[in-house]
Each structure stands twice: as structure tokens, then as C-alpha cells.
């Protein structure tokens, strides 16, 4: 199995959803934007066209060193590398096209920050586990920290051809609106 599929890396191929995922952030000129998951860079241009400052993290390696040449000329761009999840960064909005196996830990670190909102693309089946209703009884553990603690709503499907390679299964980009914070000790605990 190719390396980038086993990490659930998809690239989003199609510069329309990648404006559109940008235009859903309704990012100012005041906002620090956190991107998780550079890959490609295909949202890089649209984020720092909007935004005061954008931080776009990557853990692969030669991804992140393909990043820094084709964006070396942005002013208001700061890439780099490493786990997002174990670094501290303020930001008011979060962006991303995330790997698939990187969601639910996603999810997790976003909780036990504070921001304003983000827009993220998904799995279809874990966004239908995040909305999950309340009397199913498929609740999962994660659908209710994530209830709890954001306002969550569907803003548009994707389907595998607007990837490469294009997964098993669709997408689906979410808004995440913050209603509370809460601690890493609450998180482990559920």
C-alpha cells in the first residue's frame, strides 16, 4: 500500500472546493489562521490571501520541504513541520483538509482550545458520528465532546473524484463553532 494512502493522505485536487472551504471560514484581515495538514498546499493562497497570519503545519516531512520552495515568497505565512496536536499555537480560526486518521485526534486537541470557528474536511461517516442524534444509539464518545463543546454543521459533501488518490469513501466539510473549552484531563477521561 502506498505510503501516503496508509496515512489517509487524499489531496484535495479541485480549486473551487478549496475556495469554497476558505470563503466558509470567512477568515478578516484581523484573524490568525491555524491550517493543519499543509499537504499540497492547495488552501495556502486562498488562506493568506484573507488573513492577517497563517500557520500551516505538516508532518510529512518532504511535504513540508516542497511547501517552503513553492511558497517562500508569502510574506504572511509561517509553515512547519511537525505534529500540530503537540504544539501550542494561538489561533482564532482553524482550517483543514485533514487526514481521515487524524480526525477523531482532531477533534480531541480542538476541544481543549480556544478559538472562534473552523472549517475542516472529513470522512462523510465520521461527520454523521460527530452530528450524531441523541436517542441513537450509536452516541459515541467523541459525538458527545464534540456536541458539547461546539456547534457543529454540514456545509457541503465531496466526492472521491476531487481527491488524488481518491479514497474509499466521501467527504464532507464542517463548520465548528466554539461554545465551550475544556481540559485535557476531561477529554482522556471520556
Known amino acids: 500500500m502506498n505510503k501516503r494512502r496508509s496515512l489517509g493522505q487524499h489531496f484535495l485536487i479541485s480549486n473551487s472546493i478549496a475556495k469554497s472551504i476558505v470563503n ?16 499540497r498546499g492547495i488552501l495556502i493562497p486562498h488562506l493568506c490571501e ?5 500557520i500551516s503545519v505538516e508532518k510529512d516531512r518532504e511535504l513540508h520541504l516542497q511547501a517552503e520552495e513553492k ?10 513541520w511537525g505534529d500540530a496536536f503537540k504544539m501550542d499555537h ?6 483543514s483538509n485533514l487526514p481521515y486518521s487524524e480526525s477523531r485526534k482532531a477533534i ?11 472549517v475542516i474536511m472529513v470522512q462523510k461517516e465520521f461527520a454523521q458520528k460527530l452530528v450524531g442524534e441523541k436517542d441513537s444509539r450509536d452516541i459515541r464518545a467523541i459525538s458527545v465532546l464534540a456536541s458539547y463543546c461546539m456547534e457543529i454543521r454540514n456545509l457541503m459533501s465531496v466526492t ?16 465548528l463553532t466554539q461554545k465551550h473549552q475544556i481540559s485535557g484531563n476531561v477529554v482522556r477521561a471520556v
Request: charged share 20%; aromatic share 10%; glycine share 4%.
Open 24 to 39: 466558509f471560514a470567512d477568515i478578516t484581515k484581523n484573524d490568525l489562521v491555524l491550517e493543519v495538514g499543509t499537504g
Open 50 to 54: 484573507k488573513a492577517k497570519k497563517v
Open 71 to 80: 511558497f517562500s515568497s508569502i510574506q504572511n505565512l509561517v509553515l512547519e
Open 90 to 95: 494561538k489561533f482564532t480560526i482553524f482550517v
Open 108 to 118: 480531541e486537541w480542538l476541544v481543549q482550545r480556544r478559538f472562534s470557528h473552523g
Open 160 to 175: 472521491k473524484s476531487n481527491f488524488s488518490p481518491p479514497p474509499q469513501v466521501d467527504s464532507v466539510v464542517i463548520h
